[in-house]
């Protein structure tokens, strides 16, 4: 596969960030487009290159696209992940439209996954819920539902409407923390897990299609790495 790297300014952010563009080797039968978000920590602690090189190499995962997706700086990741409506905007009205602009064989690719991990695990299913439309699938590894007093699961619970969307979630059976602060300003009082499940069920409630897996593991990329296959598969299952 061949990689290129852009550097995409956003309006609605008004800030610019990486992204690197994996083209399948048949574009113009690619019909997955992968949106990986936290581009780098994928690329470089979760080694995520790896895993689609493997899966690629076992022909286990069909002809797509794979786009990542720097998240610009720790300060904008704060400020743009716990349910930012101008990040939703970006992602949609930016992002895709300037990577069907640049790279014409995405716009075969109907088929869209947009991925996640903690706190971009909650911006994925956010950016999923602002435009339903927008994405046919959502990987949330280890997502922090539990974000703004699980605002997000609250908003999912609430809504009159239900999209196709389908949720792969994961996370850890040792992710109990509670009453955890992160900063000043952002307190966890719900554990990831406890969050995660409550997502989960809100999700089933409202009839949502899920897949649901929880690891032996912490907080940690090893345990995101040896989830992320599994999930790609589901992702390009019909």
């Not at 990542?68 to 949609?92: D, H, N, Q, T």
Request: hydrophobic share 45%.
């Amino acid at each position: 596969m061949m990689e290129t790297i852009h550097i995409i300014r956003s309006a609605y952010l008004e800030n610019e960030r990486l992204v690197w563009i994996r083209e399948p080797e048949k574009n113009l039968n690619a019909d997955h487009l992968f949106v990986f978000l936290d581009g780098e920590l994928y690329r470089e602690r979760v080694e995520a290159n790896a895993v689609i090189d493997k899966l690629l190499a076992n022909d286990e995962i069909a002809n797509a696209w794979f786009v990542f997706v720097s998240m610009e700086s720790v300060e904008s990741r704060w400020r743009e992940c716990p349910c930012y409506p101008p990040f939703a905007k970006f992602i949609v009205e930016e992002l895709l439209v300037w990577l069907e602009g640049h790279y014409p064989g995405i716009t075969a690719a109907r088929r869209r996954t947009l991925v996640g991990l903690s706190y971009t695990g909650l911006a994925a299913a956010f950016v999923a819920n602002e435009f339903p439309d927008a994405f046919q699938k959502v990987i949330a590894q280890s997502g922090s539902f539990w974000s703004d007093d699980c605002r997000l699961i609250d908003e999912f619970q609430r809504i009159s409407r239900r999209s196709s969307t389908g949720f792969y979630l994961d996370v850890g059976r040792q992710e109990t923390q509670q009453n955890v602060r992160h900063r000043e300003d952002v307190l966890q009082v719900v554990s990831q897990i406890d969050a995660v499940r409550r997502f989960r069920d809100v999700l089933q409630e409202r009839g949502y299609a899920v897949k649901y897996t929880e690891f032996d593991g912490g907080h940690e990329f090893a345990a995101w790495r040896k989830t992320l296959p599994d999930a790609l598969l589901w992702a390009l299952a019909p």
